[in-house]
C-alpha cells in the first residue's frame, strides 16, 4: 500500500526556517518524480519545488533562492529546505509523487506552515 507521510511542520516566525521530510512506502521510489507543493487558504494549490529522476530540480519563482529539494532514494525520502521564510509561505505543505508514464500519482497528507510575522 503506498503511503507518503510529510513531517517538520510547524510555527516559525518570518525569517526563519524549516525542513519538511516525505517519507514514501509502498512503490518503488526512484522511478518517481517527487515535489512540493503548498496550498493556503482560498487559495489553489501550488507546485513549490520538483525533484527529478536524475537529480534535477525546479523551484517555483516565489520560493527561489530560499526552498531547496532534495531526495535520497537509498531512505525513500524527499526533503524541502525552507529559509528566510515570509508570512506568505503559510500553507499546507503537500508530498506528490508521480511517475507519467504508468499514469501513477500519489499525495500525502499533508504537513501546516505557519509563518508568523
Known amino acids: 500500500q503506498v503511503h507518503l507521510v510529510e513531517s517538520g511542520g510547524g510555527l516559525v516566525q518570518s525569517g526563519g526556517s524549516l525542513s519538511l521530510s516525505c517519507a514514501a512506502t509502498?512503490?518503488?521510489?526512484?522511478?518517481?518524480?517527487m515535489s512540493w507543493h503548498r496550498q493556503a487558504p482560498g487559495k489553489e494549490r501550488e507546485l513549490v519545488a520538483t525533484?527529478?529522476?536524475?537529480?534535477?530540480?525546479n523551484t517555483a519563482d516565489s520560493v527561489k533562492g530560499r526552498f531547496t529539494i532534495s531526495r535520497d532514494n537509498a531512505k525513500n525520502t524527499v526533503s524541502l529546505q525552507m529559509t528566510d521564510l515570509k508570512p506568505e509561505d503559510t500553507a499546507v505543505y503537500y508530498c506528490?509523487?508521480?511517475?507519467?508514464?504508468?499514469?501513477?500519482?500519489?499525495w500525502g497528507q499533508g504537513t501546516q506552515v505557519t509563518v508568523s510575522s
Open positions: 506528490n509523487a508521480e511517475w507519467t508514464s504508468m499514469s501513477k500519482n500519489y
Open positions: 509502498g512503490f518503488t521510489f526512484s522511478n518517481y518524480v
Open positions: 525533484i527529478f529522476r536524475s537529480g534535477g530540480t
